[in-house]
Each structure stands twice: as C-alpha cells, then as structure tokens.
C-alpha cells in the first residue's frame, strides 16, 4: 500500500484529505508542522507528499511552504510533491513546479483530479526510484573496476557485465571456479580476468587444452613423466602441475579429461598430492585450479563419462557464459574492436546482428578480418561479411522449404507478433536478416 504524506496545519483539510486518499486504498500519515513532515520523510517510506504553502495562521506569502519544499527536496530529490495553494500563492507554486515540484493544486481541489495526479505521480516516481538506483548500481560497478584489468574484453550487454563482475569477486578467493559455455564464447579470457585480478597474477599461469591431447598422452600432460614411462619418453618430464606450483591451472575442454584421469585429478584437488607416470615418488603442490568446458557434465555423469565427485570439487562457482546470439549488444563493439578505423554500413550491423553466430566471438572475428582483408577501403557492406552464404549454411533448406510470404501476410504478421522481429522470422521460418530483407523490399516499417 502507497503512503502518502499530507503537510497542513489545517485540521480540517487533514481530515478531508485523509478520508478521500483512505476511502482509495492508499495509507495516509499526517504532519501539521515542517518539522513534522521532515522527520516522516526521513525515516518512513513515503510515496508522495501533499503539502500546503503555509503553516501560520498569519502568513500567505508561501515561503513556508517553499523552505518546506526544498529540505524534503534534500532528503529524497524524487519524492513526488504536490502543492496545495490558494489563488495568493499561485507565483511561487509555478516557481517551485519549475524547480522540480510534481505539481499544485488550487484550493478548493477537485478530488477526481487530485486521485488522477496522485495516481500517476506515483507510478513515476517508482520510475524514477528505479531509474536512479540502476544508475547508482552502474556507477558503483564502474567504480569496482577502476584498476580493475579486464585482459581486454569488449563488452556491452549486461549479461557479460555479471559474469565480469563475478570474475572480479572470485579473484580475490581461492576457490575451483568452472567456466561453461560453447566454443568461442570467450572462457579462456574469462579465466584471464580471474588470474589477472588475483593475489597469484604474478605467480605462473599455466593453460592446458585437455580436449586437443591424446588420450594416452593426457596423464604424462598434467602430472608428469619418468623416462621410459611410456613409448617415445627416453626423459623425464615436468607435469603442468608441477610448472603451476605456487599459482594457477587452467584446465580447458575439462569434460574431455579419461576417468583415469579424473581419479588422479581428484586426489590432486583433495590432497595437493600425485606421482608422476611410472614414478612411485609422491609430489605435493599448491595450485588453484580453474576449468572450463562446453560439454553438459550433469549429461556425462549420467552417461558414466565423468566423475560426481570430481565435477563437486571444481564447480565450488560456476560462471555460465551466454553465446553470442543472446548477447546482441556486444556485436557492434566487437565489430568496431577487430576492425579498427573502419566503417560498417547500418545494414551490415542488422545483418551482423540478426546472424545466430554458432562459432561466437571467433566465429565473428574470422567474419571480420575477412571483411578487412577482401575490402581494403571504403565502408563495409553486408556482402563484404559474407553473410548471405553464412545465413544459407546455418539454415540449410528450412528457408527454401517455406513459401515466399506476401506483403500482406508480413503485415499480418507483424501486427499478431507485436512487431517482435524474432517470432515473425520464427513464424515463416526465415532467418531475421532474410526478414529484414523481405521488409524493406515491401517497405514495411520495423
């Protein structure tokens, strides 16, 4: 229930007031005197403030009412005001509207207005509430990264700006972190910004691909190998382990690691402790351990391929990154970012943006520097990216399979979904560019 304050020294006017705004549902607090109404909107939560211009029987200039307005103007700079006035203090209610006051009512009021007033004064205050805290939130996360090193990443949508900040709070514990996300999607920059803004950024950094390691060879990777360990092994060698002692591993493509593996990464985690392949020596190390993996390993623990116990121990914190097609915002910057200095037509980034972009962040930066090497100057186009034969290759013949939609039946179309591009692409089985398309050859407005 909203609370509204009302501001008179006038019994009568109160109990008008409070019996009208009461009978509409709202909660009502009442003040007779400034002092009054200051300490109500300092330490309760008002909605919306009703005051009169005047508090002494023998005043009708209005600078009470204006000293008033402006120290409730201190406490909550969006807190709605609406001034009661009679026809005497007329100039200086306009003056303080001016200044900021939501609005003024002339004595006697008409209540239908008023409620009318108060109604929508208060939905925008909420805005306005709101508004301010998502600006005192973003500067706030601006101000945690002053100092911050960011490794460089481009980004703009806010589900990136999360997983940024939960990078940098993680960096200052020592706890597993599991990076998932598809190909391309930027998990290893990710785990950069951990290392980067850790108390280990200057011990080593060791990254390790266990996806493009032979099976065999993985065990002798990670913890090392005596000499004659295994065929081709004719010396010893130091494990990635070993080389992170003191700091951090990143383990990439962890879903791909044997379950031979696994066990011993296990006891790694839990004890500090391993040997080497074809050493009985046990070893200890301190080393924090950050993966990543595009695989599903819930599906793989079901399916026998991956340890429960082992996926516990590292994802003690997950951060998911989205792929590219559900973080549009972040397109154009990492345009502009891998091709600095030149200009992409307004179709060119609708195309970019309306493309699903399976190989993601690498899959877009291929695109571009392709872009910039088959067109040296001038302002690239839609064609220069290639994204007709890309948008063929992603959709293969489910474009060909619909029939070609009419102007009419586009209009249609995008009167029933709301003009919402996406579900009318959905609905004649057209990609969002191929939509574009098709809208501005019948010049229908989007």
């Not at 709202?26 to 400034?34: D, E, F, G, H, I």
């Not at 005497?88 to 003024?104: F, P």
């Not at 993996?293 to 391929?305: E, H, K, P, S, W």
């Not at 914190?317 to 200095?341: G, M, S, Y």
Request: proline share 3%; with cysteine; aromatic share 6%.
């Amino acid at each position: 229930m909203e609370k509204i304050l009302i501001v008179d020294d006038n019994v009568a006017i109160l109990e008008a007031l409070s019996l009208l705004l009461e009978i509409h549902g709202y909660s009502v607090v009442l003040a007779q005197t400034p002092f009054e109404a200051e300490q109500i909107v300092r330490y309760q939560q008002v909605s919306l403030v009703l005051q009169d211009m005047n508090f002494s029987s023998d005043t009708t200039s209005g600078e009470e009412g204006k000293t008033l307005f402006y120290r409730l103007r201190e406490i909550n700079p969006h807190l709605p005001i609406i001034l009661i006035t009679a026809w005497t203090e007329l100039e200086t209610a306009i003056e303080l509207v001016k200044a900021g006051a939501a609005d003024y009512v002339g004595k006697p009021w008409d209540d239908q207005k008023l409620l009318t007033s108060i109604g929508n004064l208060i939905e925008l205050g909420k805005t306005r509430q709101s508004n301010a805290k998502f600006e005192r939130q973003k500067q706030e996360r601006s101000d945690s990264k002053q100092g911050a090193n960011l490794v460089g990443l481009v980004y703009e949508s806010t589900a990136m700006e999360r997983i940024v900040d939960m990078a940098l709070q993680l960096a200052k514990s020592d706890v597993s972190v599991l990076i998932t996300g598809p190909n391309g999607s930027g998990k290893e920059r990710i785990a950069e910004i951990v290392v980067a803004n850790s108390h280990l950024k200057d011990k080593p950094f060791i990254k390790v691909n266990a996806g493009a390691l032979p099976h065999d060879l993985i065990e002798a990777e990670l913890f090392g190998a005596e000499a004659g360990a295994y065929t081709g092994a004719n010396k010893q060698r130091m494990g990635r382990f070993e080389a992170a002692d003191g700091g951090t591993l990143f383990l990439d493509e962890i879903g791909n690691l044997p379950l031979s593996g696994q066990m011993k990464l296990l006891r790694v985690l839990q004890t500090g402790e391993f040997e080497r392949l074809g050493s009985v020596q046990t070893r200890k190390v301190n080393v924090r351990v950050i993966s990543a993996t595009n695989a599903n390993l819930m599906q793989d623990i079901q399916a026998g391929r991956f340890r429960e116990d082992l996926y516990y121990r590292l994802n003690v914190i997950e951060l998911k990154l989205p792929p590219l097609a559900q973080r549009p915002d972040d397109i154009i910057p990492l345009v502009k970012h891998f091709l600095p200095k030149r200009s992409v037509s307004l179709s060119a980034q609708r195309a970019l943006q309306a493309y699903s972009w399976p190989g993601n962040v690498r899959e877009l930066e291929n695109a571009c520097k392709r872009a910039g090497v088959l067109k040296r100057e001038g302002e690239l186009s839609e064609q220069d990216f290639v994204l007709e034969s890309l948008l063929e290759s992603s959709v293969g013949s489910t474009v060909k399979a619909k029939c070609e939609p009419s102007k009419a039946e586009l209009q249609s179309a995008m009167h029933t979904h709301h003009g919402v591009i996406a579900k009318v692409a959905r609905h004649f089985g057209l990609t969002r560019q191929a939509l574009y398309r098709r809208l501005q050859k019948f010049g229908i407005e989007y």
